[in-house]
């Protein structure tokens, strides 16, 4: 059993990386169903239940715009950790400023969403613990805008902001009528079953009058 919600959210900017371009970061054309998974897991989450994505709109019309960031080159690799961890090895360390470098980034503008999705329950889940329970929670935290965690477009300094839409309703979107548009392959999570090899999830997404519809059943690896 299952239990749906629609939120509305925006953000003056976003910045969903494509895992090819990631040295210059260059965005997404809009939010990728991880990161909208994420966002909603920032209102609520708990091992008892998973958060699937249905479908997003682009309310707003999609706006680049590039920007300087200050980054550092150097990666803390989990095997390095791992190593410390289980090895006795020394713990990697980066020095922010011996490793600090500005990066060119193509970033989203004055982004709003629709965002469809439902929970399912989860063999996590406990006695005591039932949708009815969880859709509660859900309802309660988005009406009354709470959150664990400021939710963000793809990087923490781009924070998104969000609302019910009431019984599913959301605003006409600027792509309404505009037909169809293929975007190509956009990441679509990345699957955590194995820890020791994580791979990372493809889908093709197609935008149809504003709307992309997510399924699971569709997605390459």
């Known amino acids: 059993m299952s239990f749906g ?7 003056d900017r976003a910045l969903f990386t494509r895992p090819e371009l990631s040295v210059e970061r260059f965005t997404y054309d809009f939010i990728t169903p991880s990161a909208a ?5 920032a209102i609520y989450w708990h091992p008892g239940l998973r958060v699937v994505i249905d479908r997003i709109q682009v309310v707003n019309p999609i706006g680049f715009t590039t ?3 200050n980054e550092v080159k150097s990666k803390a690799l989990a095997s390095s950790l791992r190593s410390s ?3 006795g090895a020394a713990v990697p360390y980066i020095n922010t400023k011996e490793d600090i470098q500005q990066r060119a980034a193509v970033i989203l503008t004055n982004v709003r969403y629709a965002i469809e999705f439902h929970f399912e329950m989860t063999e996590k889940a406990n006695a005591s613990d039932n949708p009815g329970k969880f859709s509660d929670i859900f ?4 009406e009354k805008g709470q959150c664990y ?3 963000y477009f793809g990087t923490r300094e781009f924070p998104a902001y969000f609302k019910a839409c009431p ?3 959301v605003p006409r979107g600027a792509y309404a009528g505009s037909g169809e548009r293929d975007f190509g392959l956009m990441l679509f999570d990345m699957d955590y079953s194995n820890e020791r090899d994580i791979v990372p999830m493809f889908y093709r997404a197609i935008m149809r009058n504003g ?3 997510v399924s699971e059943s569709e997605v390459y690896r």
């Open 211 to 213: 709307i992309v519809q």
């Open 5 to 11: 919600f629609t939120i509305e959210v925006w953000g």
């Open 85 to 87: 961890l289980e090895g």
């Open 37 to 41: 998974r994420g966002l909603v897991e």
């Open 67 to 69: 920007v300087r960031r």
């Open 149 to 151: 965690a400021q939710p």
């Open 167 to 169: 019984e599913g309703i």
């Open 139 to 142: 309802r309660r935290r988005i």
